[in-house]
DNA sequence: CGTGTGTCGAGTGTCGGCAATACGATGGTG
DNA sequence: CACCATCGTATTGCCGACACTCGACACACG
């Protein structure tokens, strides 16, 4: 008799995986910044209807990767500097926010403890651009995860592809040092001396060095 | 011969105008927090499609309006008085950034000028709830607008429909003091006088007051 | 009487096709 | 040679139909 629970099964819609695979295509430079997303195109390789890539691709157009260019065809968005400055700016508001309701938070010091245990996972591989790349940004997510406040992650959320297309969009040699551990030392540390305005000062000093780097022309 | 210059025709797609009026049908209140937005129903009344219903009802779900409840069926959006308040602590960082970058913008003026102007819009019908919920939220929006930052600009309205569901789900009675002018006045003032940590703690306090009176049970 | 099974209605998931549109090539014309 | 009408093509907009899943209910069976 078979008593092994058989693994539940994948439940995700077409749907959703063409939207992860466009994604993941996106964000791994398969597809680079202004070039076209013709539904037919993607609809063949992926092998799925023309309609479910649509879905996929309206809401990638909602997450700021891909713009509506002529006639309602979409391409991937590139971002100015300028855009890229704004883009920090807002990270830097949003978390700022999150470091401070952290630090009102009772369970303040666990999660610096949770923050910290994090931190291991950007000295891993510093070579890895990939690797620091997802640690760099769970860091971050993690930070607006223990603010607990749902709407502060959903925002946070709203801009991730942005900064991702933003970061890949460079080589390695500018990401690697603005991804260290050492980097976001300072920002643990400011959680766990529990003062308001130095913690968010901080957050916007680390905003304002990626800012500039990734603001520059390529 | 005619020389009427033809008003220019409307070039919108179905797919925007059904994403219209479903988010007014629910703003409106036609339909209500819980209430099941069925894409037949919805596709027969409309007298569209229900591949084009659809759309616009994925893009309200990235939108916060709508959730998938059981079985992929969407609903609109209850948010319970915590997310509420999650909601005004977000918007409070966003405006918070907004108003320190337009105190440090050259036009910081001219700024406050067209603020104070945008202003009148909220004296003039204090008993119509509508037109005062439109002209409270075109002063933050235009807020966040004249601050010049496009990234703020689309977070900002990324929490706007959520915004609209909770102001619009009380009646009249509560509403009404909220958006006086009287209340925005200090905004407009600070800006003026241009300092920053006040003009920040003025917008705290707005949105706090407005936090604790929306998140109160109806 | 409980349990498992078939059936049915309601809904969403997915698909392929037709229509509309804009763009570019092509060829004709002054 | 410049200009313009025309046609083909690439691409999205929109639709109707079929397939699948789920939950509820009835029903036979032990």
Redesign the interface.
């Known amino acids: 008799m078979a008593v092994e629970p058989l693994p539940s099964l994948d439940r995700s819609?077409l749907r959703e995986r063409a939207l992860v695979a466009v994604r993941s295509a996106i964000l791994t430079g398969r597809y680079g910044p202004g070039d076209h997303l013709g539904e037919v195109e993607l609809a063949g390789s992926l092998g799925v209807s023309r309609?479910t890539v649509?879905?996929a691709l309206?809401?990638l157009q909602?997450?700021?990767l891909v713009v509506a260019g002529a006639r309602?065809m979409l391409r991937v968005r590139a971002l100015s500097p300028q855009?890229v400055r704004?883009?920090f700016?807002?990270r830097?508001?949003?978390e700022?926010?999150a470091i401070s309701?952290l630090i009102a938070s009772p369970r303040r010091q666990e999660a610096a403890a949770r923050l910290r245990a994090e931190l291991e996972r950007l000295e891993e591989d510093p070579d890895d651009v990939l690797a620091s790349l997802e640690a760099d940004l769970g860091f971050h997510l993690l930070l607006c995860q223990l603010a607990g406040?749902?709407?502060?992650v959903?925002?946070w959320r709203?801009?991730e592809g942005?900064m991702r297309v933003t970061i890949m969009s460079f080589g390695e040699t500018t990401a690697k040092g603005l991804m260290s551990a050492q980097r976001h030392l300072p920002i643990v540390e400011a959680v766990e001396r529990g003062e308001v305005p130095a913690a968010r000062a901080v957050i916007e000093a680390h905003m304002a060095g990626a800012a500039e780097a990734y603001a520059r022309p390529r």
């Open positions: 819609t309609g649509r879905e309206r809401h909602q997450e700021g309602g855009e704004e883009l700016a807002v830097a508001a949003l700022g926010l309701e406040n749902s709407m502060l959903d925002a709203h801009l942005r």
